[in-house]
């Protein structure tokens, strides 16, 4: 049998398979995932201190919509390289569209709202909400297995977060309702990207981006009160946005497609910290005591996040998806005439497939508990 637009190939695997273990492979994936949202989070972490450069001197949304246009213009070779098939476009369009208006534009607007109503304190305490967003919606309506050392590395990691942010002053008000339903529309963001598998990162990468960025900047230009933009600050922005936006998103997806959502986002929270970290050694900016304190804790709380995989007989539905994969991690045993080495990309089908060994919620290990 041969799928519309696929390779001859059919992966066969027979119903009550005896319990194998594939610790050495699955383990390799999850290192692979653990090292992508590591370097998404130091891409973003990093862009932080290189926009706060810019931030002074063109209004904060105007900045925000060319840094992820800038985002969308990194990944735009790629997409013509390779471009969306009708059967991803068809099975994936739905996700997309949730993932691009929830996280591309409800997101942004909230935030401008409650950014409006709300002390600067209160707005960055209540920006970690969005780690404890996405866990829960990871949780309750994806059934993403947790456990109780992941949800004790996001809760150090979450801490962590409001002690790097915290100045005095901080109270809750109308408009940090905003803000929570911001971190809410990115915590379905996060939670329904990581499980696009008909469309590529780089794909999802240009749509995200291509929509935030042009929301940000048409509510950045309708919102100044004065508009004056060097074209060096224009080129500046897109560079950032190209690194810290394009390559950490696109990053971000692979590994949390190895990895789930949530665990993807704790590693991917260390964010913060890792900006603190080049604002002190880059740019020489001053250290607080409360910082020295926040940045060890979230890094207990990533290394914690890393031992949190589980072992147990599953059973493996029928599915049809693309994603990147290899041939030795007991998941990917379909035939090519070609013969493929290494990882590789291309739209495949998986049958009925039982069996027991260590796993974390990536795109194949979505089942409930």
Partial sequence: MQLRGASPWRHRVPIGVSMLTSQGSQSQGSQRGVIRCLVAAVLFGAAAPAASVLAGEMPTLALAGLVYLGAAMAVF???????????????????????????????????????????????SLLLNFELAATMAIAAVVFREHLGRRLIS???????????????????????????????????????????IDQLSPEQ?????????????????????????????????????GALGYGASITLWVKGARDLGAARGQVIFAAAPFIGAV?????????????????????????????????????????????????HDDQHHQHHHDEGFIGRHTHRHRHDVLEHAHDHVPDLHHGHTH
Avoid: Y
Wanted: charged residues 10%.
């Fill in 204 to 240: 999802i990468t240009f749509a995200k981006g291509a929509a935030a960025g042009t929301v940000n900047l048409i509510l950045g230009l309708a919102l100044a009160t004065s508009l004056h933009i060097e074209t060096r600050q224009v080129i500046g922005a897109l560079a950032i």
């Fill in 153 to 195: 590395a996001a809760g150090l990691v979450a801490f962590a977060g409001a002690l790097l942010v915290w100045q005095p002053g901080a109270a809750f008000d109308v408009g940090s309702l905003f803000i929570i339903g911001a971190c809410l529309c990115w915590g379905i963001d996060n939670s329904v990207t990581a499980r």
């Fill in 278 to 326: 080049l604002s002190w050694t880059v740019l020489h900016e001053p250290i607080a005591p409360m910082q020295v304190v926040a940045v060890p804790i979230a890094a207990a709380g990533v290394v914690l996040s890393l031992r949190t995989s589980h072992a147990h007989a599953h059973r493996h539905e029928p599915v049809e998806h693309d994603h990147e994969h290899r």
């Fill in 77 to 123: 070779p790629a997409l013509i390289r390779h471009r969306p098939t009708t059967v991803g476009l068809r099975s994936g369009w739905r996700s997309l569209t949730v993932a691009v208006v929830f996280g591309g534009a409800l997101g942004p607007a909230l935030l401008v709202a409650g950014l409006a109503r709300t002390p600067a304190a209160t707005a």
